[in-house]
């Protein structure tokens, strides 16, 4: 555990900080999206709406440092729901200090609340930082990803 580390909801009031971390996440990966995306991706966060996205923060020394955003939804392979962990990002100077993986940990633990049957999320080949740290808390599939952008 860490100390002064707090993981807690994302909730209305935290717009400002974690669009800074949303951003800084996107930009990771050398993307943008327009404001109205924002706007959306904030509200379904924040909704606490059933079978909407969810949203978590880290919160060292008071001060935001990574976020989680995660869906619960059917299966046809599980009874119960399965959990898909959609984004996950630290500061980088925090990383190594253990947010992501307390990120990860609390996903895991609201999935386990829930009774889901899974959780699984997907990486980038070339984010071998992050595969460092998924190799040790998750094993990973033989699935290839396919996609059609429309």
């Given at each position: 555990m860490i100390a002064n580390l707090e993981i807690r909801p994302i909730e209305p009031g935290d717009e400002q900080n974690w669009r800074r971390l949303w951003k800084a996440?996107?930009?990771f990966y050398e993307t943008t999206l327009p404001e109205d995306i924002y706007t959306l991706?904030?509200?379904?966060l924040t909704s606490g709406e059933a079978h909407e996205y969810a949203g978590l923060l880290a919160v060292l020394n008071g001060k935001p440092v990574g976020l989680a955003h995660f869906l619960f939804h059917r299966s046809c392979w599980h009874r119960n729901s399965i959990c898909y962990l959609q984004d996950l990002f630290?500061?980088?100077?925090?990383?190594?200090?253990?947010i992501g993986r307390a990120l990860i940990g609390a996903v895991y633990a609201r999935?386990?609340?829930e009774r889901a049957g899974d959780v699984y999320w997907m990486t980038q080949e070339f984010n071998a930082t992050a595969r460092t740290l998924y190799d040790r808390i998750a094993e990973k599939t033989p699935f290839i990803v396919y996609q059609k952008t429309f």
């Open positions: 996440y996107l930009a991706t904030f509200s379904r630290a500061d980088p100077d925090v990383r190594g200090q253990g999935a386990n609340a």
